[in-house]
């Protein structure tokens, strides 16, 4: 008897490591990659979402829970790009534990300038940074996010090797996923003439958008939601706008559109409606498919 | 005139009347003629002509601008006018056989020269876009 309650104890003694089989421990800085990260990992892998959906990301700071959070992963995925202002402090301080994988070192940027450098006929215009700065924004471009999707299952694998294969599959199929939602795209902006494909926005999103998809940008601010832009740029935009014609402009789902009310106001275009510009959002757009489709149908919707 | 009072008035208005008639015509309602939407001339548009091959034959073959059907001809091309920049047509076709491969090839000219020539894919079904690049 006392020979079978060892044997039992034993058995369920190892039971929780058999169960609850060691997962690939994961921190995302940001939604999309967190939707990347659960279609490649599947069940194999325990994703912290340090960064959520509907979080404004620029103005987003760790909290010493977040940096305990990130200590403690395996792999950390960021954005890069200038996205995470905070990405090289992080790293220094959680040490070498965690593997940091960026998206931004995978794809290729797009290169623009920030607010402040467009009025140089003025003495005293300001510069914010006079350099060119990459767009962090590389998730809207479908190209992109199939890049950042092998790079992640190639992060994966290497740091898990015995899911190796579970990684390669599930890629697979995300990147069939993704080949779908590319060719909706195609078919649903065929509906709009070339002539009216111009997005104007409250900050400058949606530069791989419009680079895949012929569209041209007006954007109100720069890369950052926290970019303020100055009156000239805001009257160059009125202007821009009532020569381009264009039919509707776009405020974000995580903004106050006060300034393209006013603008709307100023040129008689009509407000196109909220788009996802910075990420996930935790209804309609709750995926990486999601926040395409719905972003094409609003923009389709107001432009046609 | 000091003692004629109806005379003074009839001075009056008739003077009041003169003085009147510059200022009504500068402030009367005036008809502005509406601003025609020019239609697009040749200048702005240019004609496409597209041949497609399928193969196996298809059921049906159709192709969109803007969500309108372009007609085909007696001998199968299509002719359409594109704006001057690039413009993204709609194919849709269909196969006898749903899950065997198909294709068919697009062959867009502008001015008896050849501006794209593409191939699309399928598996018994075709719905892809081509877009024909600016001349």
Not at chain 1, 16 to 34: C, D, I, M, Q
Not at chain 1, 156 to 185: G, I, R
Not at chain 1, 248 to 264: D, H, R, S
């Amino acid at each position: 008897m006392k020979a079978l309650v060892s044997l039992a104890l034993l058995i369920l003694s190892g039971l929780p490591s058999v169960v609850g089989a060691e997962k690939l421990t994961v921190a995302s800085l940001n939604t999309v990659l967190t939707d990347i990260a659960k279609n490649v990992g599947g069940d194999k892998i325990e994703i912290t979402a340090i960064v959520k959906p509907g979080v404004d990301p620029h103005g987003y700071e760790p909290s010493p829970d977040d940096i305990r959070k990130i200590s403690n992963s395996q792999i950390v995925l960021a954005s890069g790009l200038g996205f995470e202002t905070y990405l090289n402090k992080l790293r220094q301080s959680v040490g070498s534990m965690p593997t940091f994988v960026v998206a931004g070192e995978a794809v290729k940027p797009l290169m623009g300038f920030e607010e402040g450098d467009h009025d140089h006929g003025a003495a005293d215009h300001e510069h914010k940074d006079p350099s060119k700065t990459p767009d962090p924004h590389w998730f809207h471009s479908i190209r992109n996010v199939k890049v950042v999707t092998n790079q992640i299952r190639d992060a994966f694998s290497k740091a898990d090797p015995a899911n190796e294969a579970t990684y390669f599959s599930n890629a697979a199929a995300y990147q069939a996923q993704l080949d779908q939602l590319s060719k909706w795209v195609k078919l649903e902006l065929a509906k709009l003439p070339k002539s009216a494909r111009v997005l104007i926005t409250s900050h400058d999103a949606l530069g791989y958008f419009a680079r895949d998809n012929g569209f041209r940008v007006l954007p109100v601010a720069g890369f950052s939601t926290s970019d303020q832009p100055s009156s000239k740029r805001v009257a160059a935009l009125i202007q821009e706008i009532r020569d381009t014609k264009a039919k509707a402009i776009f405020a974000e789902n995580i903004e106050n559109p006060k300034i393209l009310v006013e603008i709307t106001k100023e040129t008689g275009t009509k407000l196109g409606g909220a788009i996802y510009a910075d990420g996930l959002g935790d209804r309609e757009a709750n995926t990486f498919d999601s926040m395409m489709r719905y972003n094409v149908s609003t923009i389709v919707k107001a432009l046609q | 005139m000091r003692g004629a009072p109806i005379l003074r008035l009839a001075l009056a208005t008739i003077l009041l009347i003169v003085a009147g008639i510059p200022v009504w015509s500068l402030t009367r309602p005036v008809s502005v003629p509406v601003p025609v939407r020019k239609a697009p001339s040749a200048v702005d548009s240019r004609e496409v002509v597209l041949r497609l091959t399928a193969l196996p034959p298809a059921d049906s073959l159709a192709v969109f601008l803007l969500g309108e059907m372009i007609p085909a001809a007696s001998d199968g091309t299509r002719t359409v006018r594109l704006p001057t920049d690039a413009a993204d047509l709609v194919v849709r076709g269909t196969w006898p056989d749903s899950g065997s491969a198909c294709a068919v090839r697009v062959i867009a000219t502008q001015d008896s020269l050849d501006i794209l020539d593409a191939t699309l894919w399928g598996d018994g079904k075709i719905e892809d876009v081509i877009t024909i690049p600016p001349p």
